[in-house]
């Protein structure tokens, strides 16, 4: 309980007084309740279907003592309300079974973010621990950095020191901020008016998408999160459209964001998805 910010305490006593309203028992010990609301967050998993639609959260004993790993050597799936652990590499005997708790698919900083705020936790898994190093600043820079203008480059890119832009660090070409943020915020602009179109217009919503992929291809690495998020809602859209080709064709384009650097274990849940597909 000593790792959980204010916010989330309150939110616990919160909960603790709402289930003594309803139970109304005479001795309920409040402080007991959010004890165990704080362990429910750090033991339970979200249940998905086979296309990852999230469906409610389940505490699973066994499934509870498995560490996290940013670098994990086993996926958590659902068959129904059965839990299933399935290794996505050979795991030597002796070695522990690893699963992760969050998006693997993002910098260290943003995991290292997401498991403190979910789980409590400062993660100490061998990806995390190379926080700040040379490795892990070429992974961030691919996966959340720039796109190399340079003719076929495909550099990665880190701010130049004069604060003039991003330099590739391949063929050292700079790329000027002001364009960057311009693009940037036409994407923005993009994003704010396909959150509404997309319950009400698929077809107008795919269509918007489209022109964010566009530049985003402009703006980003091709291996980049940005990217490859647009496209899955593309997928998605395209999905329940019953256009099961183009489905494909973009099921296929998010590929390449999981392969980069370590994000191997999502590729088994992509693979899953595509043959819920087809
Ligand atoms: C679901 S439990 C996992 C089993 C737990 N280690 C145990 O002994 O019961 C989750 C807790 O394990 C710890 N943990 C899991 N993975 C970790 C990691 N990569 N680095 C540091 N602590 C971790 C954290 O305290 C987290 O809240």
Not at 153 to 159: A, I, K, P
Request: glycine share 6%; aromatic share 6%.
């Amino acid at each position: 309980m000593s790792d959980i910010d204010e916010k989330q305490m309150i939110l616990y006593a919160q909960m603790a007084n709402l289930v003594s309203l309803i139970l109304q028992w005479p001795d309920i010990n409040l402080k007991e309740i959010a004890e165990n609301f704080s362990k429910l967050a750090c033991n339970a998993h979200t249940v998905c279907d086979g296309e990852l639609r999230p469906l409610g959260t389940g505490l699973y004993p066994v499934i509870s003592i498995i560490n996290h790993s940013c670098l994990p050597n086993a996926v958590l799936v659902f068959e129904g309300r059965t839990a299933v652990v399935r290794a996505i590499q050979h795991i030597p005997i002796g070695s522990e079974v690893m699963i992760s708790y969050i998006e693997t698919a993002g910098n260290t900083m943003t995991r290292q973010k997401a498991l403190i705020e979910q789980y409590f936790f400062n993660c100490a898994c061998p990806r995390c621990v190379k926080m700040g190093q040379s490795d892990d600043v070429i992974e961030s820079a691919i996966l959340e950095g720039y796109r190399c203008k340079g003719e076929g480059c495909n550099g990665f890119m880190l701010r130049d020191s004069d604060d003039k832009g991003f330099i590739c660090q391949k063929c050292g070409l700079l790329r000027d901020k002001e364009e960057v943020r311009q693009i940037a915020n036409e994407i923005k602009t993009l994003s704010n008016k396909v959150e509404n179109l997309a319950a009400s217009d698929r077809q107008k919503a795919v269509h918007t998408y489209k022109e964010i992929e566009d530049l985003q291809m402009n703006l980003f690495h091709s291996h980049s999160i940005n990217l490859m998020r647009t496209r899955e809602a593309i997928l998605k859209i395209l999905m329940e459209l019953c256009e099961w080709q183009e489905a494909l064709a973009y099921c296929r384009l998010t590929v390449p964001a999981y392969e980069s650097g370590s994000i191997k274990s999502k590729l088994l849940l992509c693979s899953e998805h595509q043959q819920n597909i087809f």
